[in-house]
């Protein structure tokens, strides 16, 4: 069964500065697909960042990029000159690339604190 | 806002009761979802929805009862639930299944059962 660890429960940043979020995933599929989503307070989540594995180029939107290291099966988020909208819970997800499978696969959340 | 809407935002329901969760979409998407999001478990799937006929139900007790009368609307069901069903419910859309579909999600309803 595939499962994301994100082993860092909350973590905490210098607006303007920079910070990484850990995910790892465990799975014998070949192809799949990552992504990172945010739950702000007002509890709606947004896709933020997502990753087909099949992908060697790391995915990058705006100040939001990602290190995918397919063999270690890590895909960490790193986001650029942080601001106090980024705080908000950010979620790993993993999805199989097959039709037949549509579940969606989070981790356990990591919160994100911004410090003025 | 991401075009996905819930209501009730809080609901608070007896055991015995009967209730139902709401979900509308006008974003012209062809799937919705149902997650549940407990405060020591990762979200969970709980149904799936392809042009308005249920394609997963993954494992979910009988006094949840999902309804998509129309690719807008998505209801979720409830009757004698438990303690342990409290929880945030999110309902989601995506324009297809495929696999790296974006999904837009609610702001969810807030259940406690007493």
């Known amino acids: 069964a595939q499962t994301v660890t994100q082993s860092q429960p909350e973590m905490s940043v210098q607006e303007a500065e920079t910070v990484t979020l850990s995910c790892t995933y465990d799975t014998s599929e070949s192809d799949y697909y990552l992504f990172w989503y945010k739950q702000p307070p007002s509890r709606q989540m947004i896709l933020v960042i997502r990753?087909?594995?099949?992908?060697?180029q790391n995915a990058t939107e705006n100040r939001f990029s990602v290190n995918f290291q397919k063999a270690a099966k890590s895909f960490s988020l790193k986001i650029s000159d942080s601001q106090l909208g980024d705080a908000a819970m950010y979620f790993c997800a993993y999805r199989r690339g097959m039709d037949s499978s549509y579940k969606l696969i989070f981790g356990s959340g990591t919160r994100l604190l911004v410090r003025p | 806002e991401t075009g996905v809407t819930q209501t009730p935002r809080h609901l608070v329901m007896g055991m015995t009761n009967k209730k139902s969760l709401k979900c509308e979409q006008h974003?012209?998407?062809?799937?919705m979802y149902w997650y549940k999001q407990s405060a020591k478990k990762p979200l969970e799937l709980m149904f799936v929805?392809?042009?308005?006929?249920?394609?997963e139900n993954n494992s979910v007790p009988s006094r949840f009862s999902p309804e998509c009368p129309n690719s807008s609307h998505l209801f979720l069901h409830l009757h004698t639930l438990q303690p342990e069903d409290s929880a945030l419910y999110l309902c989601?859309?995506?324009?297809?299944?495929?696999?790296?579909?974006?999904?837009?999600f609610g702001s969810g309803t807030q259940l406690s059962v007493l």
């Open positions: 989601a859309s995506s324009r297809t299944t495929d696999a790296l579909e974006k999904l837009f």
């Open positions: 990753q087909e594995a099949y992908k060697q």
């Open positions: 974003l012209g998407h062809n799937a």
């Open positions: 929805y392809s042009l308005e006929e249920r394609v």
